[in-house]
C-alpha cells in the first residue's frame, strides 16, 4: 500500500518555527511533485508549497520568504519548514505528491493531515 505519513505538527507561539515531515512509503517506482496544501476552518484548501523532482518550487504569496519547501527523493520525502509563523496560519497541513507505483500506475496521494495551530 503507497500512503504518505505526516509529521511535526502542533501549537506554537506566533513569530515561533515548525517544520513538518512528509514521508511516502510503498512500492514506489518515482515521485513527480510533492507539496504541502492547507485547510483553515470554514475556508478551501490552498497550495501552500510545491517542489518538482528537479528542485523548481512555488510558494503561496502569503508565505513566501516565511516558509521554505525542500525534498530528500533518496528518502520519497518532503519538509516544509516554516518560519515566523502568524495566527493565520493556523490550518490543518496536509502533504501531496503525484506518484508512479510499481503496478504502472500514477496516484494523486494526500497525507491524513496535520494540525497547525499558531497563538497570538
Known amino acids: 500500500q503507497v500512503q504518505l505519513v505526516e509529521s511535526g505538527g502542533g501549537l506554537v507561539q506566533a513569530g515561533g518555527s515548525l517544520r513538518l515531515s512528509c514521508a511516502a512509503s510503498?512500492?514506489?517506482?518515482?515521485?513527480?511533485?510533492m507539496g504541502w496544501y492547507r485547510q483553515a476552518p470554514g475556508k478551501q484548501r490552498e497550495l501552500v508549497a510545491s517542489m518538482t523532482k528537479g528542485g523548481s518550487t512555488n510558494y503561496a504569496d502569503s508565505v513566501k520568504g516565511r516558509f521554505t519547501i525542500s525534498r530528500d527523493n533518496a528518502k520519497n520525502t518532503v519538509y516544509l519548514q516554516m518560519n515566523s509563523l502568524k495566527p493565520e496560519d493556523t490550518a490543518v497541513y496536509y502533504c501531496n505528491a503525484r506518484v508512479l507505483t510499481g503496478t504502472l500506475a500514477y496516484l494523486d496521494l494526500w497525507g491524513q493531515g496535520t494540525l497547525v495551530t499558531v497563538s497570538s
Open positions: 510503498g512500492s514506489i517506482l518515482s515521485i513527480s511533485a
